[in-house]
């Protein structure tokens, strides 16, 4: 059984290498925030401004500031411009965040 899932996760790794693309920084889109732009949000409570890299579920490692796309934040944020808010619901409530700066990762 153990041998089944190693398999199944190299088959999904493989199809993920095969699937990889090569993307240029300079071509990247930073008027929305999407996959693999950094996001500088400032949370309209209390003032904070937090930096966070927007990354594929797998890479998602919240000490290191990247945030998952399929996250609820990261979904939040998804499509937004500078300027905009982030309505959020979290499990505590709803956070209203800013947008305030958008660049590549």
């Known amino acids: 059984e153990a041998q089944g899932l190693l398999e199944a996760r190299i088959a999904k790794l493989e199809n993920d290498v095969a699937n ?3 993307l240029d ?5 930073t ?3 999407h996959l693999l ?3 500088t949000i400032k949370n309209t409570a209390n003032g904070m401004e937090m930096t966070y890299a927007i ?3 797998t890479e ?11 996250s609820p934040i990261g979904k939040g944020l998804l499509g937004k411009a500078v ?3 982030a309505n959020i619901e979290v499990p ?4 209203h965040f800013e947008i305030i700066k958008i660049t590549t990762f």
Not at 25 to 29: A, C, L, N, P, V
Not at 60 to 70: E, G, H, P
Request: a negative charge.
């Open 60 to 70: 998602a490692d919240l000490s290191a500031k990247k945030i998952s796309v399929t």
């Open 83 to 85: 300027g905009d808010i």
């Open 25 to 29: 920084h300079e071509d990247m889109d």
């Open 31 to 33: 008027s929305t925030v």
């Open 55 to 57: 990354v594929a579920e």
């Open 92 to 95: 505590n409530g709803i956070i």
């Open 37 to 39: 732009t950094k996001v």
């Open 20 to 22: 990889a693309r090569i």
